[in-house]
C-alpha cells in the first residue's frame, strides 16, 4: 500500500509508481503546496514542454489540506486547457479515441480541486484498466508508506530510466521526458502504455 499525494493527471513516473501497487490511498489531508503538480500538468507543443495550471481561491502561499482547496471557476481555465490538449494532440494517434470522454471531463463543473483530480483519476484507472485499489478517506494510514514524489514542474524531466516514445513533436523539439501520462496515453493508446511502463499484462490471450 502507498499513502501518496495526488497529481493533475500524473507526470509518467507518478503512474508508473502507481502501476505498481495494490492499494493506493491519495493522502487528501496533505497542505496544498505551491508550483506542485497537485494542480499543475506539462503536456507537449510544438514549442516544446507546456505548462498547464488550475488556478486555485487563495493564491499560491496557502497551506490548506488540498481536500479544501477551490478552484477559481472565474477564470476560463477549463477551455484553455481543453484547447490546449485539443491543439496539440489531434494529429496523436489515439486522441480521437480519448477526446470525448476528456472534453465531458473538462466541460463538468468542480468547486473543489480534489474533486476534479479525483475524477480525472478513476477515469485514467479505467483506460489503463489499472489493478491499484484507490482505499476511502479517512482510513487507518499508520502502516502505510508516505512516498514523497521529488518530482515537481520544474525538474521533472530530470527523471531517469523512463521509456522513450514516439511523440507528436518529437521532429521539431526533441523528446520531452516525464510529461503528464496523456502525452504517453494519446500518442501510444491504454495498451502500449501499460506495456511501456512495465505493468503486467492485463489483457487476456486470444
Same mark, same amino acid.
Given at each position: ?33 505551491k508550483?506542485?503538480f ?13 505548462? $498547464?495550471?488550475? =488556478? !486555485?481561491?487563495? /493564491?499560491?502561499?496557502? #497551506? ?43 466541460l ?26 484507490? $482505499?476511502?478517506? =479517512? !482510513?487507518?494510514? /499508520?502502516?502505510?508508506? #508516505? ?10 524531466n ?35 502504455t ?13
Amino acid at each position: 500500500m502507498l499513502n501518496i499525494d495526488i497529481q493533475y493527471f500524473g507526470s509518467i513516473s507518478f503512474v508508473k509508481t502507481l502501476l505498481e501497487q495494490d492499494q493506493v490511498y491519495f493522502d487528501l489531508e496533505a497542505p496544498f503546496t505551491k508550483m506542485s503538480f497537485k494542480n499543475r500538468m506539462v503536456i507537449t507543443s510544438s514549442q516544446g514542454p507546456l505548462h $498547464l495550471s488550475i =488556478p !486555485i481561491i487563495g /493564491g499560491r502561499t496557502q #497551506k490548506t489540506p488540498i481536500k479544501d482547496i477551490l478552484i477559481a471557476n472565474n477564470a476560463p481555465w477549463q477551455e484553455q486547457h481543453l484547447k490546449a490538449l485539443i491543439t496539440n494532440y489531434n494529429r496523436s494517434p489515439y486522441f480521437e479515441y480519448y477526446e470525448q470522454d476528456v472534453c465531458d471531463l473538462y466541460l463538468k463543473p468542480k468547486e473543489k480541486l480534489v474533486d476534479f483530480l479525483l475524477d480525472c483519476h478513476v477515469w485514467l484507472q479505467s483506460q489503463l484498466k489499472a489493478k491499484w485499489v484507490i $482505499l476511502p478517506s =479517512p !482510513i487507518d494510514i /499508520g502502516f502505510a508508506n #508516505k512516498y514523497f514524489d521529488t518530482n515537481l514542474p520544474k525538474n521533472y524531466n530530470q527523471h531517469q530510466g523512463l521509456p522513450s516514445y514516439q511523440q507528436v513533436f518529437s521532429d521539431k523539439v526533441g523528446f520531452v521526458p516525464n510529461v503528464s501520462i496523456l502525452d504517453m496515453l494519446f500518442c501510444c493508446g491504454g495498451k502500449e502504455t501499460n506495456k511501456l511502463l512495465g505493468n503486467l499484462p492485463l489483457y487476456p490471450k486470444l
